[in-house]
């Protein structure tokens, strides 16, 4: 189906939505200019955006804490060995090698949000 008759749609299907999306993205263009070319609501494609984004967010928060990470050469870390994470409140968390990455998730999680 072609974007001016989808844009001319009063209510869109998902595979429209994403469709139209998806040419926004390709377009290079702002959400306002690519809206005004297709005479469309700035609003609308961003609120599309938003629904389509929310549907690939990840299922486990837990899993989505892990962030940023830098990480520190000072030797060779032998395979056996844990590792240290220091947390940005200044926590130091040991963590034996094997362990699991949701428990050091949901761990790393409880510590942030614990009160002081």
């Known amino acids: 189906m072609s974007l001016e008759h989808i844009t ?3 209510k869109w299907s998902e595979a429209e939505g994403r469709q139209v999306v998806d040419r926004w993205r390709r ?7 690519f809206a005004r ?5 700035e609003v609308r494609l961003l609120r599309w ?3 389509l984004e929310e549907q690939v ?3 486990d928060p837990v899993m989505a804490a892990f962030l940023p990470v830098k990480i520190k050469e ?4 032998d395979a056996g060995e844990g590792v240290e994470l220091v947390l940005a409140s200044g926590v130091v968390i040991r963590v ?3 362990a699991s990455p949701t428990w050091v998730a949901r761990l790393v999680l409880a510590l942030e949000h614990a009160p002081c």
């Open 8 to 10: 001319r749609k009063r």
């Open 27 to 33: 377009s290079g263009l702002s959400p306002a200019d």
């Open 37 to 41: 070319r297709h005479g469309l609501a």
């Open 49 to 51: 955006r938003a629904r």
């Open 57 to 59: 967010a990840p299922a």
């Open 74 to 77: 000072s030797a060779e870390q």
């Open 96 to 98: 034996p090698a094997g």
